[in-house]
Nanobody, 113 residues
Framework: VQLQASGGGLVQAGGSLRLSCVVS????????MAWYRQTPGKQRELIAG???????NYVDSVKVRFTISRDKAKNTVYLQMSSLKPEDTAVYYC????????WGQGTLVTVSS
């Protein structure tokens, strides 16, 4: 299985971005999936998850500001990010809830103050 994240870029604080993650195999795309992020020197952190039945969960730092969703027909998981803060600057990755699939390259999000 391959995970291809995209949609990152440079945005000013308060702005929005939508990240996409295309999953090469629908079996995985339709099950529990999650978005992670990592900054230099820190461990990769799970920030948003979506279960097979569609329920979602978020870490407190992104709750209300980020929304995870999925389009099963496109084998794609999305992360809509709004009210971005400089501390959201990181490389963002998608994977399943356990982080057990091969990691893709991720997509860099840079939020300027």
């Amino acid at each position: 299985v391959q995970l291809q994240a995209s949609g990152g870029g440079l945005v000013q604080a308060g702005g929005s971005l939508r990240l996409s993650c295309v999953v090469s195999e629908s079996f995985f795309a339709w099950n529990d999936m999650a978005w992670y992020r990592q900054t230099p020197g820190k461990q990769r952190e799970l920030i948003a998850g979506i279960a097979a039945i569609g329920t979602t969960n978020y870490v407190d730092s992104v709750k209300v500001r980020f929304t995870i969703s999925r389009d099963k027909a496109k084998n794609t998981v999305y992360l809509q990010m709004s009210s971005l803060k400089p501390e959201d600057t990181a490389v963002y990755y998608c994977n399943n809830h356990g982080g057990n699939l091969p990691w893709g390259q991720g997509t860099l999000v840079t939020v300027s103050s």
